[in-house]
């Protein structure tokens, strides 16, 4: 059975910091490209950050270049978002995505909270 489960997300001043995780199980991780998007309320989800399966390459939304990190451990199955200097439209869900070729899972989503 295949899950993705994030975790970390929270309530952050201005300027704070957070750190996502998102732990998977059930399929083959370092096969898969992961990525992180998130959904703003009356919004469409957007793509903030995306991994390739070594890790070899890694791309970002412009709104959160250099201040994001996205990181992968292979050896725990799990993908990290790290997300520094956050502002109150960071506020949204934010959900792990693993997709191979046509092969797509998603995590149910972890609430950030931007916000004095």
């Known amino acids: 059975q295949v899950q993705l489960v994030e975790s970390g997300g929270g309530l952050v001043q201005p300027g704070g910091s957070l750190r996502l995780s998102c732990a998977a199980s059930?399929?083959?991780?370092?096969?898969?490209?992961m990525s992180w998007y998130r959904q703003a309320p009356g919004k469409e989800r957007e793509l903030v950050a995306v991994?390739?399966?070594?890790?070899?390459?890694?791309n970002y939304a412009d709104s959160v270049k250099g201040r994001f990190t996205i990181s992968r451990d292979n050896a725990k199955s799990t993908v990290y978002l790290q997300m520094n200097s956050l502002k109150p439209e960071d506020t949204a869900v934010y959900y792990c995505?693993?997709?191979?070729?046509?092969?797509?899972?998603w995590g149910q989503g972890t609430q950030v909270t931007v916000s004095s």
């Open positions: 995505k693993a997709r191979r070729f046509i092969s797509t899972y």
């Open positions: 059930g399929f083959t991780f370092s096969n898969y490209d």
């Open positions: 991994i390739t399966g070594a890790g070899g390459s890694r």
